[in-house]
């Protein structure tokens, strides 16, 4: 005797309720798109910005505090609320690298803070393309966010280059060995250019101890 299976049926979904869903999808997409746009228009009004208040100092003649800048600074100053210097610098700063951060707009978050550490990571050569197709670098990204990223270094090591020389001059490897003996092991930053058979004779005095500095020898 087979054991029947039961089929648990789910009743349907509201047809309101989906629509309503599909509607809030619309509204997503409508807003990721505004990023964009919001970005884009961003990165166009650094650029502006840039533009004119070269202007502005070539107009002076270069002048520290000539009337074309000053205009540019009261006007400006009263819309977007602020008369600090470094705000001022990193709006040129975004300016400058616009034309190549345009080109990633549909994935820049759009504050001016993240634009502006974006605008060096650009100056600096930083991977954008890769960080976004890695998802690290998305709209949604936090000025934090985009901050830990482009803090980033890749540091390469390099011998240090001692800029003090000093030679001796001995009879013998053996004499310098047990002459040199305590300042060899000393910890202290220098390296030896010398002979195998002086290193040999180090070797010797000091034995297991030697692998401790034998880096030092060149």
């Not at 009743?11 to 746009?37: H, I, M, R």
Request: net charge positive.
């Amino acid at each position: 005797m087979h054991k029947s299976k039961h089929v648990e049926v789910l009743p349907a979904l509201s047809g309101n309720f989906t629509t309503q869903v599909k509607q809030l999808a619309t509204e997503a997409k409508d807003l990721s798109k505004s990023y964009a746009d919001l970005t884009e228009r961003m990165l166009k009004f650094a650029e502006r910005f840039r533009e004119l208040w070269n202007h502005a100092h070539t107009l002076d003649g270069k002048k520290a505090n000539g009337q074309h800048a000053a205009h540019f600074l009261k006007v400006l100053g009263q819309v977007v609320d602020t008369q600090n210097r470094s705000i001022w610098s990193r709006w040129v700063t975004i300016g400058k690298h616009a034309p190549k951060l345009l080109h990633y707009k549909s994935a820049l978050p759009p504050y001016r803070d993240s634009l502006y550490e974006l605008a060096l990571a650009t100056k600096e050569g930083k991977p954008l393309d890769g960080w976004i197709h890695d998802k690290k670098l998305s709209t949604e990204s936090t000025i934090r966010d985009v901050q830990s990223l482009c803090k980033k270094r890749t540091r390469t090591s390099r011998p240090r280059t001692h800029l003090a020389a000093v030679t001796l001059n001995f009879d013998d490897y053996d004499t310098a060995a047990k002459t040199l003996e305590e300042v060899i092991v000393k910890d202290v930053d220098f390296t030896v250019h010398s002979q195998e058979a002086f290193r040999q004779a180090m070797k010797e005095r000091l034995g297991p101890k030697y692998a401790k500095i034998a880096r030092r020898f060149t």
